[in-house]
């Protein structure tokens, strides 16, 4: 009996040393959920769970060499795009996902760290929102990131989020999921978006330090759910609700892991070890 071909997963993203966050949470995660992850280095970046102290990006020649030479090789079930530090750099992007587009492409706008460190120029920004959001199937910013894709105010409820909803829809990507993280509530609440109506998906706030990479590790989960969808499934949404609450999981058990004096790490393989 021939088996199921296991999926492959692209993550795009900024490295991190300390391996809560960027290119080594999206591996991680890939592998946790049982898709096998390639990866394209976007920025190196001198990091720890404290914060940002450096950010080198690499040139738009050479991202786009790697991602030429993995897709001309490798088929992509499915794409993370995270840290994108520049306009070069997301039209390079852009323009190599189109010539062999994989069937799922999910962005995470990564433009502010956890320690509120800024990651990418004004430019940068404007390519996120013009660029790199239409191209998605899935968006997932949270707070602070929608807004500044919007230029808005922070929503400060979730009654703010949701008015925020048919600007963010207008911007291009079908789905997507604006994470309430922010909000100072028991509960979590993220409200996803879809072509024909939104759906609250909240969990309960965790007492936790530990949320190094937790934005990184959540748009690559749903990236792997969305990569394991069986040939004409669409439930997206269910792919989106299943991710978070596999990072619920890896939040709980990240107790068990000592990374860093700062903000840990997610336990990204809480149901293996």
Known sequence: MLSTPIPNALTIAGSDPSGGAGLQ?????????????????????????????????????????????????????????????????????AEALTQRRPRWIVLDPVMVAKSGDRLVDDEGLRAVREVLVPLADVITPNLP???????????????AMEVLIPD??????????????HLALERCPDLLWTPTDTRW??????????????????SSAITACLARLSAGESRVEDAIASAKQWLHRALEASDRLDVGQGKGPPHHFHAWW
């Open 25 to 93: 949470a999206d591996i991680k995660t890939f592998s946790a959920l049982g898709v096998y992850a390639t990866n394209v280095i976007t920025a190196v970046i001198a990091q720890n769970t404290q914060g940002v102290s450096r950010v080198e990006p690499m040139s738009a020649a050479l991202i786009r060499a790697q991602l030429d030479n993995l897709l001309a090789d490798v088929a992509i079930d499915a794409v993370k795009i995270g840290m994108v530090a520049s306009r070069d750099v997301a039209e390079t992007i």
């Open 145 to 159: 990131e929608a807004a500044a894709l919007l230029d808005c105010e922070v929503p400060s409820s979730p009654g």
């Open 168 to 181: 963010l829809q207008a911007l291009g990507s079908p789905y997507g999921l604006l994470k309430g993280g």
């Open 201 to 218: 998906l909240d969990v309960p706030r965790l007492a936790t330090r530990n949320l190094h990479g937790a934005g990184c590790a959540l």
